[in-house]
């Protein structure tokens, strides 16, 4: 307990502060054209910064070229050169169409993404008074760019998130007290899951000081941690009641319930901890710490389920009656879904069948998602940076492209008079020039009209990379770097990272299935039923966004391949766990499938209403891919928890049989022996069937464990 109070703390303390060295999108790839362009320049001509921001121009009553309008430039540029950390400062060329009132300087900020973004306020303080008083106010100035506008982006999404949180807090703690009958127990599973949040947001928090940690991973670590502290810290409460309603002392039920619900939380856990961990082999830093933060996540989540919650259940044991708002009837709970067990153990085929063909119509749009990077232009319109980013793209200076071309200092400047020709002529590009440092690096500056987040931008930063091949001479090195070469270039390595992503997946959630059940058919069934499920969930998806031109977030089906994955192994670990616990004591699979079943789903119904509802909140907010992982993960779990836990698995699980626990020889040897039955699953003689349940059982002789365990 004392150690749960310093936790908490201790993250009071570091959120203020770690909270404001959160980034924007981090689309960082390493050992690609971009990181490798973004290292020469920053060491071949440190004066242009690892990053060029802008400077916009307007005056509603002044030309660019008027006097009073060019001291104002001159003022800003001036300025800018005070500011610690700003490089080289030059004018941008004029480009066709570019509105006579408008005019823009390009500076070279320094140092990393933390450094930038804190160097941002003093440059657009500074800039923004110069200009101010040499003009009389006729003229105005903003900052904008990649980290000006994700900046914008971030305080943007800190008000979104705490705006979604303030309407799925409330609405959980009602399908708490609904579903737990008691405003008591509701209020205790909800601050079990607010300690581990605001724990792993304070541990997140003080690693967004030494990594770089963007927005997207804050609302994953809030989301998900909300949501699995709820569903973790629910079951082991659920437990806790029932073995109280039977008889036992608080201290004996909590001991108990801590050693089967617990156990089965610890199982839940790994299986979160153990998919996300395979984005940790991915070349893309967001991937890397999004399998940091997922982790952190789960092994926090699972910590306060299973040591916070036990330690105050008996000291809270008295009020988990109070508020009642309806009598809890147990007998009728378990008769409704005693029933509806009956129902598919007699009838598995038809439920199968229909199940299976909802979700497979459901998944058949996934073939058409299309992803993609969007800066969410409506949420920072209102700002300096959003209006400047406006004021550029309608000038035609929407992206700007540095061409990196390292070469021997005896060699001089590269040619490059046959690519800068070329680039004249193409009409997207709309300025273009070259300069070298004099020693070992040209650099070539390519401006054009293709936002850096549209589909184009990829196919131009393509078609930039091969004229560059073929216009330079042979043999030349040429590297790009800008907002488009970069998401291109994770774009590119999205796909073989997602494939590879997929395979360490698998593999892991096989062998901890394997682990957990000793089986092979149940670990080939679980990962063929949550694939399913997450098909079925992209389907949707697609389908919902396929009247629109907003693409789904790159960073999406990294993290549906990981950590929704591990999401939907949850309730599979669960209701499996349980089913396998009763099928070890009485040997038939029938009378196991329903006792599990009709034990296991009101807390998994529950559960994933709850989780469902946390993370419908997300669509509460501005952001697309907020909003997309939102609807995605609701959508997985709700899908998941009915269709995949409540009809096709006990359906398979009835039709397979003894099958289900089938295990060679040599693995039964190598693989550590079962727990024992907990104190509430009585060994009884196979055959003797689940009155409750299933009354027309039929009998299975019990296996041996070697062959069909």
Not at 506 to 525: H, I, Q, V
Not at 655 to 668: D, E, F, I, V
Request: proline share 6%; hydrophobic share 50%; charged share 15%.
């Amino acid at each position: 307990m004392a150690v749960w109070v310093i936790l908490v703390l201790a993250a009071c303390l570091v959120l203020p502060v770690g909270l404001t060295h959160v980034q924007g999108a981090v689309v960082e790839v390493e050992g690609s054209s971009s990181a490798r362009a973004t290292t020469l320049i920053a060491r071949g001509m440190p004066a242009f910064g690892t990053e060029q921001v802008s400077l916009a121009f307007d005056s509603r009553t002044l030309t660019a070229d008027s006097e009073p309008y060019q001291r104002a430039v001159a003022a800003a540029a001036q300025a800018a050169t005070m500011v610690p950390g700003t490089g080289h400062i030059v004018p941008v060329p004029d480009a066709e169409g570019r509105d006579p009132h408008h005019a823009y300087l390009g500076i070279g900020i320094t140092g990393g993404n933390d450094a930038r973004q804190h160097l941002l306020p003093e440059l657009r303080s500074a800039t923004g008074k110069a200009v101010a008083a040499t003009s009389h106010r006729q003229v105005t100035v903003a900052l904008t760019g990649t980290t000006p506008v994700f900046t914008e982006q971030i305080k943007a999404d800190l008000r979104d998130l705490r705006y979604a949180e303030a309407a799925t807090v409330p609405a959980a703690l009602l399908l708490l007290i609904v579903g737990l009958g008691s405003a008591g127990s509701a209020l205790v599973v909800l601050m079990t899951a607010a300690t581990s949040v605001l724990v792993t947001t304070g541990a997140l928090a003080a690693l967004a000081l030494i990594l770089d940690v963007d927005s997207l991973m804050v609302t994953v670590a809030t989301t998900v941690g909300f949501g699995l502290g709820l569903d973790y810290a629910l079951l082991l409460l659920l437990r806790y009641r029932t073995l109280r309603n039977d008889g036992l002392s608080p201290r004996l039920a909590t001991a108990r319930a801590t050693k089967s619900a617990g156990h089965a939380v610890l199982w839940c856990a790994a299986a979160v901890a153990v998919t996300s961990a395979a984005l940790a082999v991915t070349p893309l830093a967001l991937a890397r710490t999004a399998a940091l933060v997922a982790a952190l996540t789960a092994v926090v989540t699972a910590a306060a389920a299973t040591t916070l919650l036990p330690a105050v259940l008996p000291r809270l044991d008295a009020l988990l009656d109070r508020g009642r708002v309806r009598r809890r009837d147990r007998a009728n709970s378990k008769e409704h879904w005693a029933r509806w067990a009956r129902r598919l153990m007699d009838r598995p085929w038809p439920h199968l069948l229909a199940a299976l063909a909802v979700l497979l119509l459901a998944a058949a749009p996934a073939g058409t998602l299309r992803t993609g990077l969007q800066m969410n232009r409506g949420i920072i319109a209102d700002t300096d940076a959003g209006r400047g980013l406006a004021q550029m793209e309608q000038d035609g200076l929407a992206n700007v492209t540095l061409l990196a071309l390292p070469h021997t200092p005896s060699a001089g400047p590269v040619d490059t008079t046959d690519l800068i020709d070329t680039l004249h002529a193409d009409p997207r590009i709309t300025a273009s020039a070259a300069l070298d440092n004099g020693r070992d690096l040209t650099i070539v500056t390519i401006t054009d009209r293709i936002p850096a987040d549209h589909p184009p931008a990829e196919r131009l930063a393509a078609h930039i990379r091969s004229l560059a091949a073929r216009s330079l001479p042979p043999g030349q090195q040429a590297f790009t770097a800008g907002p488009a070469a970069q998401l291109a270039d994770f774009h590119q390595a999205l796909r073989p990272a997602l494939r590879q992503v997929t395979v360490i997946v698998l593999a892991g959630a096989f062998l901890l299935m394997l682990l957990a059940f000793r089986s092979l058919l149940l670990p080939l069934k679980a990962i063929a039923m949550n694939a399913l499920s997450l098909a079925a969930s992209f389907g949707l998806l697609a389908w919902t966004t396929q009247h629109t031109t907003d693409p789904i977030h790159l960073a999406i089906p990294l993290l549906a391949a990981t950590i929704v994955f591990g999401l939907s192994l949850d309730y599979e670990v669960f209701l499996v766990h349980r089913i396998t616990t009763h099928y070890r004591a009485t040997g038939d699979c029938r009378t196991a499938v329903a006792r599990g079943l009709t034990e296991t789903a009101h807390p998994i119904t529950l559960a994933a209403t709850t989780m469902a509802t946390v993370f419908a909140g997300l669509m509460l907010t501005h952001r697309d891919d907020f909003r997309q992982t939102g609807f995605l993960v609701a959508t997985a779990v709700l899908l998941d928890a009915t269709l995949i836990r409540m009809v096709v698995v006990p359906t398979l699980m009835r039709l397979l049989g003894h099958r289900n626990w089938w295990l060679p020889t040599p693995l039964n040897r190598l693989l550590p022996p079962p727990d024992a039955p907990p104190h509430d699953v009585p060994e009884q003689r196979a055959g003797t069937g689940y009155a409750s349940a299933s009354p027309s059982a039929e009998p299975t002789t019990a296996h041996n464990q070697g062959s069909h365990q």
